[in-house]
Nanobody, 120 residues
Framework: QVQLVESGGGLVQPGGSLRLSCAAS????????MRWYRQAPGKQRESVAS???????NYADSVKGRFTISRDNAKNTVYLQMNRLKPEDTAVYYC??????????????WGQGTQVTVSS
């Protein structure tokens, strides 16, 4: 069984910063792409950033230049550094990862979500 455990959410003022972490655990051979999504109240889930196993990165236009996604393969962890936060960044942020199990099967997993609130 594989679990993704997120941390780092909280309340921050506009212009502030937060760093989200998501650590994968379980019977893992390797991890492919890792992603961050977010969902604001009454809104659909949207992709925020993704990073491939080779380090190829994509960002949503709304966060380009402000957010940085990175990963530590030795720790099976993905990070999202969020700078110059805006009220519209307020959402539940979800970690997502493609996990290659020891059987050779690639399975997509989701974290439980962590709340990010940007407010004065």
């Amino acid at each position: 069984q594989v679990q993704l455990v997120e941390s780092g959410g909280g309340l921050v003022q506009p212009g502030g910063s937060l760093r989200l972490s998501c650590a994968a655990s379980g019977r893992i051979f390797s991890i492919g792409a890792m992603r961050w999504y977010r969902q604001a109240p009454g809104k659909q889930r949207e992709s925020v950033a993704s990073i491939s196993s080779a380090g190829n990165i994509n960002y949503a236009d709304s966060v380009k230049g402000r957010f940085t996604i990175s990963r530590d393969n030795a720790k099976n962890t993905v990070y999202l550094q969020m700078n110059r936060l805006k009220p519209e960044d307020t959402a539940v942020y979800y970690c997502n990862a493609d996990v290659l199990g020891v059987t050779g099967r690639l399975v997509n997993y989701w974290g439980q979500g962590t709340q990010v609130t940007v407010s004065s």
